[in-house]
């Protein structure tokens, strides 16, 4: 299960920072990221961070967002600074488990609603 917190309301300029908590311990997570998606559009990438710590950004938000994520927490950030209204979306949170008894999952968090005001 991943659980995802943070969203908002904020004016352009503004910051918030998402959350994305794991829960269970039958998995370890590989790789994860934060997808957005904005009425009547497709759900993107946004930012995604390796189990060994790189990251790729979406050309939108490079230089503003900072994914990070603490493996002994499992959990993911997004630091999202200089907000524009045109990142306003539903946030979704990804992860890559793979699981101890075998097997891998792409899980999904419950998303969290970011609205910037201009």
């Known amino acids: 299960q991943l659980q995802a917190s943070g969203g908002g309301l904020v004016q352009a300029g503004g910051s918030l920072r998402l959350s994305c908590a794991a829960s269970?311990?039958?998995?370890?997570?590989?790789?994860t990221g934060w997808y957005r998606q904005a009425p009547g559009n497709k759900r993107e990438l946004v930012a995604s961070?390796?189990?060994?710590?790189?990251?790729n950004y979406a050309d939108s938000v490079k230089g503003r967002f900072t994914i990070s994520r603490d493996k002994n927490k499992d959990t993911m950030y997004l630091q999202m600074n200089s907000l524009k209204p045109e990142d306003t979306a539903v946030y979704y949170c990804?992860?890559?488990?793979?699981?101890?008894?075998?097997?891998?999952?792409?899980?999904w968090g419950q998303g969290t609603q970011v609205t910037v005001s201009s």
């Open positions: 961070i390796s189990s060994g710590g790189r990251t």
């Open positions: 269970g311990t039958t998995f370890t997570i590989d790789d």
């Open positions: 990804n992860a890559d488990v793979s699981f101890f008894f075998g097997g891998t999952q792409i899980l």
